[in-house]
């Protein structure tokens, strides 16, 4: 084996030890909501940190939204039937949303440490 080789070798070897030790967070967890109904499926959602949640609209034709009504709350874009919308929790906390267009419909995520 040439020194090079070899140099080479122990690179490649290095990197997936690096590789290996990285968090597997962005990818690890994700939790579904199913909206149905006008109601969000589960309602009360606990996950713990670094999770991502996706809501899918699993109506026939209404479209939905997430508005999340907390302190520095925000609006998801329109949800259509078939379609889905994530969002990435990496702070615990409590994250209540209803729906843009239909104020009846509530849930709430858990972010737990
Ligand atoms: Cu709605």
Redesign the pocket.
Known sequence: MSPDHELRTRLAGGLLALLASLPLQACADTAEIM?RD?KYQPAELTVPVGTTVKWINDEKR????ILFTGPDGFESERIFPGESWERHFDRPGSYPF?????PE?HGVITVSE
Request: aromatic share 8%; net charge neutral.
């Open positions: 909206i006008y209404v479209s939905h939204s209803s729906c843009g267009p239909h419909m």
